[in-house]
């Protein structure tokens, strides 16, 4: 039976780098929906946020994959950045509340989106 350390060392276990930013919160998100369609994926560099001093546009955060995942981590996250919903704030037409684009209710009172043209 392999060992851990064998495993690691086969061809394509390599880790690849997909996806580069600087926000943490997206790069786990990104890990979560990889890790949901069964690729597994790695985040580097998250933990250097609290080093800048909370300042996470400073950070390098890396998203990465075992080599032999590379085209279908690529082709995953070129489908979330055409299926994202749209970040555009909206005001709700019941309270008049802004809300975040991505909310599909007002927060404060709860009607829904509605269409946008």
Not at 54 to 82: N, S, T
Request: glycine share 14%; aromatic share 6%.
């Amino acid at each position: 039976m392999p060992t851990e350390a064998g495993a690691a060392g086969r061809a394509g276990d390599e880790l690849v780098c997909i996806h580069r930013g600087t926000d943490p919160i997206e790069a786990s998100l990104l890990q979560g929906m990889l890790e949901n369609q069964g690729i597994p994926a790695t985040v580097q560099g998250a933990d250097l946020v609290g080093g800048y001093s909370g300042i996470p546009k400073v950070c390098d955060v890396r998203l990465l994959v075992p080599a032999r995942h590379r085209a279908d981590g690529l082709q995953a996250l070129a489908r979330y950045e055409r299926e994202r919903p749209d970040a555009t704030e909206w005001r709700c037409e019941g309270c008049g509340e802004v809300n975040a684009g991505t909310f599909e209710s007002c927060w404060a009172c709860g009607k829904g989106k509605g269409p946008i043209f």
